[in-house]
């Protein structure tokens, strides 16, 4: 369903991703991790379009999306949820939800009532500034506003940042809902054993280059270790 | 008795310094951008309003009814053309392109109307008035300050109530992740500054109607649309509103005291608001 063909990214002289070759089915969930600099925001950056690139180094359904703007690939049914949540602050919670299926509304099983359903306390705080809510929340939030659009392919950068344990997993809890109502997704995550325990496949990046790629199933402690810190495995 | 007058005249007249100033307050709550060529806008739409009036025979208000939507497409290609294309982190390239249309449009009026004042007709309505008991206003002024209110009103349901007004605070909020729910940010420029312009049409029509004008007012008008934003908080709208009272009371109170002060006594008003709330009397909570 998206595909990404030898797709560079740098911001200015600095080239933050060489070449990356990466695939997602349909209804797929699949990880990327990779240390901090690696370039696995770049590369959520490069796919929906908030950095340009080469039309054909990003193929969605066979067509070339590298050169779209982040508004036409979103509409095309590729949903963010970005790195460090980035609510609206002058948006209400319930707005921040409404405002994430304003221009897409692609049909399937998300509407404000099955966000409520899988995040009940979202509910209770909908009339809340964005921005008043717990981290967790916010993370809540940020994931619902993706799913309001009923996206064909969420695109998570690491939704556990800088949580406490039990939020982490109140927010995981919620993946197997999200992979029921169809959507394909692919978690950026530094916690690797969270993200191997529910994505189907796995790449690690390292200093802009894929290192590893593998079933989640078949991976070994070792081989990630390698493909994490460089080393000859 | 005389200083009740006075002070409700005032007011009224801040009614036309909002209306002057909340299409600048719109546009620079959206994408934080000065238009330094607003003033010149008003009378450039002043003038296409005249001609609406001359040619067609048109009542004031018709012939804005009719001016509007040409004035939204303008203001639309403005934004969609020139000033997107300058807009971004450094805040001076966009100034300077609306500092330069400033002065193009005061050329381009003088070689096609020249410097001769001009005024809207308006009939009867020029002069009439209505008793209140305790005080008379005049009806002009009070339609002025009543078309302020409404649409100052209008302009918060938009923005609180409206899925394009919700828009319009995402992208001022944050721009790239409103592009990533599918919101295109230019053309919510576009379309706020086509809106702008809509509010520029009306700011025209009474200010054609109340005084004369000739190419040459812009600035002038610019200047009290600033100090009413300023008053108010940068992006309040409500704030613009009482800025333009502020503004207007202070003009007519130092016109009784001495009628060379009505101008100063303004300024100084804006000077003592700024000294005491530098951030305006209703500043944003985020900025
Ligand atoms: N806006 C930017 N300007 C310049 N360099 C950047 C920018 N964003 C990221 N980088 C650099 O690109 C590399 C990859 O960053 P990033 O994609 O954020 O990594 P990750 O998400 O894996 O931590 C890093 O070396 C980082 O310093
Ligand atoms: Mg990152």
Redesign the pocket.
Known sequence: MLETRGLTAS??Q?K?LFGIDMTVAAGECVAII?A????????LRSITGVLRNGPEMILHRGDPIGALSADRVMQRGIAMVP?GRRLFPSLSVEENLLIGGQVRRGSGHWSLDEIYRLFPILRERRHSPGTALSGGQQQMVAIGRALMSNPELLLCDEISLGLAPVVIRDIYAALPTIRASGAAVVL?EQDISRALSVADRVYC?ME?RVTLSARASEITREAIHAAYFGEAA | MIWLDTVVQGVLLGGLYALFAAGLSLVFGIMRLVNLAHGDLIVASAFLILIVVETLGLNPFLAALVAAPALFALGWALQRFVLNRVLGKDILPPLLVTFGLSVALQNGMLELFSADSQRIAAGPLESASIDLGIVTVGTMPLLTFASAVLVIFLLNRLFYSTALGRAFRATSDDAVTASLMGINPKSVFAIATGLAMVIVTIAALYLGMRANFDPSVGPARLIYAFEAVIIGGLGSLWGTLIGGAIIGVAQTVGAQLNPEWQILAGHLAFLVVLILRPRGLFPRAVD
């Not at chain 1, 901090?36 to 590369?43: M, P, Q, R, S, V």
Request: proline residues 0%.
């Open positions: 911001y200015g600095f933050a990779g901090n600099g690696a370039g696995k925001t770049t590369l790195e950026v990046l802009g």
